[in-house]
């Protein structure tokens, strides 16, 4: 079945040092990806989405490309807050199904 | 104010008991969702519903109930059979199923049981 795969966490960067979460995945036919973001104590959030090869989502100063060869949908931001501390998740759906999600990155950032 | 509400934030039981955890929606979202977030373990579906009167089992359904009687309204009941209930329960709504919808999730609730 469908699946995703991030790199293992925890990530420590000091602010302003750039950000890459790499996440791979699995899929039959053409997913949408996804990045959702968790902060401390709360549900996710939706942070950017692409629907289809070569898009580029992005909010926040984070982007993601959608990289049908490799695939593959790595987050990178060019300089990170403090405030960016969370956790965040890939995640794919195709056809009709609900999300599939990976097992999430926490981000860790200090000043 | 449209969103996902959860109640209550913490909840906690004795071995044994079955508990209810609320999940409501303001959003007219047809979609509802019921994950269940463990440490390490990522997100994973235990229910879902894509209309009312109908819901679907996801990956981790043993031990779970659930009823779609209303739209707004989507709780999930933790039976005394599922053997290891302590976890982060997140629910979550879209307008439909798949990569067309965003999905918006409530605050969660955490669930203790001793």
């Known amino acids: 079945g469908d699946s995703v795969t991030q790199m293992e966490g925890p990530v420590t960067l000091s602010e302003e040092a750039f950000l890459t979460i790499n996440c791979t995945y699995t899929a039959t036919g053409y997913p949408s990806l996804f990045w959702y973001v968790q902060y401390p104590g709360e549900g996710l959030q939706l942070l950017l989405k692409a629907t289809k090869a070569d898009d580029k989502g992005s909010n926040k100063g984070f982007e993601a490309t959608y990289r049908k060869e490799t695939t593959s949908f790595h987050l990178e931001k060019g300089s990170v807050q403090v405030s960016d501390s969370a956790v965040y998740f890939c995640a794919l759906a195709s056809g009709n199904t609900p999300l599939v999600f990976g097992k999430g990155t926490r981000l860790s950032v200090i000043a | 104010d449209g969103g996902i509400t959860q109640s209550p934030k913490y909840l906690f039981r004795k071995e044994g008991q079955n508990v209810t955890l609320s999940c409501e929606q303001n959003?007219?979202?047809?979609?509802m969702y019921w994950y269940r977030q463990d440490p390490g373990q990522g997100l994973r579906l235990i229910y879902y519903?894509?209309?009312?009167?109908?819901?679907q089992k996801g990956d981790i359904a043993e031990g779970y109930s659930v009823s779609r009687e209303k739209k707004e309204s989507f709780p999930l009941t933790v039976t005394s059979a599922q053997k290891n209930p302590t976890a982060f329960y997140l629910c979550?709504?879209?307008?439909?199923?798949?990569?067309?919808?965003?999905?918006?999730f409530g605050p969660g609730t955490r669930l203790t049981v001793t």
């Open positions: 959003l007219n979202h047809d979609a």
């Open positions: 519903s894509q209309i009312v009167n109908d819901f």
């Open positions: 979550a709504s879209s307008l439909g199923t798949g990569g067309s919808y965003e999905q918006y």
